[in-house]
């Protein structure tokens, strides 16, 4: 996995993080340089924690588990919608649903409700394969100010967080923090595949164990 994931990450720019003044102090260890006005990434960080994520969600989706997977900027919300879709697995983009983890029981009658209407709000879309609380929460963008709640109603349930952060993301509150540009559409694409690829092992392994 090493070459082929480090190679593919390069190429689609996991490295190129924010402008040095936008830096998270407490993140100077995962800077490899600089290039212009943006720090580098260093990938060889990166790599480990991205194996370790990717055995954590193959292993759920193995044991019957369910992940949510969840997205803050909307220009990216078509790539998560396509490749969420694919997995089967439910996702929450580009704005929290807050009580989806904390109140549960309320928020599935309304996931209920809307199934049986013919108009379902587009923010909901993403949750009809919601079947229950997650067993681990995939950040996409991580990116406190904007997923914060998310994180806090995971970390109040201790579900896992594994969460993909770029050079200006807080630590706080992340089981498996991934450095990585989180902005392009060429990464999320790529972290996306990556993730359903660890799905799809996951039902395979699920199968075998029937």
């Given at each position: ?44 960080q990166t790599i ?155 039902l395979r392994r ?5």
């Amino acid at each position: 996995m090493h070459t082929s994931t480090l190679k593919n990450l390069l190429e689609a720019g996991a490295h190129l993080g924010h402008r040095k003044e936008k830096v998270n102090p407490q993140l100077k260890s995962i800077i490899m340089g600089e290039r212009g006005a943006i720090h580098l990434i260093n990938l060889e960080q990166t790599i480990p924690v991205l194996r370790r994520a990717l055995i954590l969600i193959s292993d759920i989706i193995a044991i019957g588990g369910d992940i949510l997977i969840v997205g803050s900027k909307g220009r990216l919300a078509d790539i998560l919608d396509r490749e969420a879709d694919k997995m089967g697995q439910p996702y929450c983009a580009p704005k929290w649903a807050g009580g989806l983890i904390t109140n549960w029981n309320k928020f599935e009658i309304i996931l209920k409700r809307q199934k049986t209407q013919r108009k379902k709000r587009k923010g909901a879309l993403g949750l009809r394969n919601c079947r229950r609380v997650p067993d681990l929460i995939v950040i996409m963008n991580g990116e406190t100010s904007r997923i914060g709640w998310a994180v806090k109603e995971a970390n109040s349930c201790s579900i896992p967080v594994v969460a993909i952060a770029d050079t200006n993301v807080h630590v706080g509150g992340f089981h498996y923090r991934i450095p990585s540009n989180d902005d392009s559409r060429s990464i999320a694409a790529l972290h996306l595949k990556l993730v359903k690829e660890a799905v799809q092992n996951g039902l395979r392994r699920r199968v075998t164990q029937l």
